[in-house]
């Protein structure tokens, strides 16, 4: 029994010499199946679509492990350093800054002296820029606390 149909794969009219033909052609048939099982039409021959995908997802995470690296060597992105790391250089700097400060020979430093040092970094102690050192050759400084100048070094 002849019958005219909508081939199944490229939805053309076509003459089906059996009830249950779907396709117009063989090749739509090969084409639909491919389709069915996920493979991908590629300038003339199937490739399975999972394979492809998968090549494709190696080759952009190897760019970007390859981008990754030129970027390490090149450049230290600020945004990627994290605010430990800040926190911790800042610190330690500071430590280092308040030794030095008050006791350059031994870079040891007391509490009293660190104590001071932080209220200078923190904003409690100004310098005074118009202001000579005292006789002890200690900077003039303007202690907001007590609203007096007080000198050290
Ligand atoms: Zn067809």
């Known amino acids: 029994m002849k019958m005219t ?7 053309q009219l076509f003459e089906a010499r059996r009830t249950n033909h779907v396709y117009c052609t063989a ?6 199946s491919y389709k069915r099982n996920d493979y991908k039409y590629v300038s003339g021959h199937y490739q399975k679509q999972k394979i492809k995908d998968e090549t ?15 970027n390490n060597k090149t450049s230290i992105n600020p945004s990627s350093i994290s605010n430990a790391a ?29 104590k001071r040092l932080t209220e200078k970094l923190l904003g409690r102690y100004h ?10 050759s200690e ?9 007096e100048v007080v000198y050290f070094k």
């Open 127 to 136: 310098l005074i820029k118009n202001l000579p050192k005292n006789s002890n």
């Open 56 to 70: 494709i997802l190696k080759d952009e995470s190897l760019e970007a492990v390859v981008e990754n690296k030129s």
């Open 5 to 11: 149909k909508n081939c199944k794969h490229c939805r």
């Open 86 to 114: 800040i926190g911790a250089a800042t610190s330690n700097a500071a430590l280092y800054a308040a030794k030095k400060l008050f006791a350059p020979d031994t870079l040891s430093a007391t509490k009293g002296d660190i």
């Open 139 to 147: 900077f003039p400084y303007f202690d907001i606390e007590k609203q």
């Open 27 to 32: 090749s739509c048939k090969t084409k639909a």
